[in-house]
């Protein structure tokens, strides 16, 4: 049976994924299995909904419609070419700020196909939005309460209800307290104990703070207290945007844009495998940067946007 989704305006940042289109409703699958296109592209037309339904592996996706996420489905991975989201009515979208997208879904951007926006990219223009909305529950930071030795496998943190969405095989960070900008520590959680202790599969390569500095004015006595304690950040996430493994040797990763006439509304969405590196172009000229600089963001949005139509959070 179908998933039933309820009603909204087409192109609302805050509709849900419970929404009743006027027409109706396939799976991705479905269309990706009679698709006629060599390359095994997909056209989602006007007034359909194809809903992201498992493993798939696709062409280019252009959508006139809509491209969303199965609210039945607990783990997608969509490998394209690239989405294309062009003229009214044409939506990818999971979750909505109200009713975030709570399942999982990875999004894999591979070839080297320009469709108009760049290859291995997500883009939207002339009315295309891209709605993405995952869980917050992993994106609060938290401090140390105790210093971090390097080697140390646990760390001991002030808020434990901010952790307690944390779960085994999280990405985290612990911040730098050093001079030093590339001291900070990428760790995998192995357990979150209720006292707020974070146990690692690896030990820790730095230390970092986790008390208060505490320096005396000689002058007058007065003891004053700098809290430069570490932070430590989650960075997983259940919406994952990521470019495919080869992503690493021939340095083009995956990007989201948003042209002219376009919207973007993307929150606690992870992104993995991203940008454009200047090694992977040809030898630098009048237009082009010297190899090793950035040429492309992961979100990439045309400057003469309305900031109401773009609206990027962590």
Known sequence: SRPTISAGPSASPTRGPTYQPSAGVTDLSILVAQSAFSKNDVIIPAGTVALIDGDIDVGVIDVRGELRCHPGVDDAMLRTDGIVLKGKGALLSCGSKSEP?????????????????????????????????????????????????????????????????????????????????????????????????????????????????????????????????????????????????????DEIGAHVVVLEGGAGYIDDVEFKRVVLIGDSLPPPGPSLPPPGYLVRKPIFVHSKLPRTHNIFTP
């Open 101 to 249: 997208f709570r399942n999982t879904l990875v999004i894999e951007l591979k070839g080297k196909r320009d469709f108009g926006m760049g290859d291995r990219a997500i883009g939207a223009k002339d009315g295309g939005v891209i709605s993405l909305h995952g869980e917050k529950t992993k994106s609060e930071y938290v401090r140390l309460t105790k210093t971090m030795p390097k080697d140390s496998y646990t760390a001991m943190v002030d808020d434990p209800a901010k952790i307690s969405g944390w779960e085994r095989g999280d990405k985290v960070v612990i911040s730098t307290t050093s001079f030093y900008p590339d001291k900070n520590d990428y760790l995998t959680v192995k357990r979150i104990d209720s006292d707020g202790t974070i146990t690692f599969t690896d030990p820790s390569k730095h230390k970092h703070d986790g008390d208060p500095q505490r320096f005396t004015n000689h002058a007058n006595n007065q003891v004053h207290a700098v809290d430069h304690r570490a932070y430590v950040a989650n960075l997983s996430r259940n919406i994952v945007i990521q470019g495919s493994i080869d992503s690493l040797e």
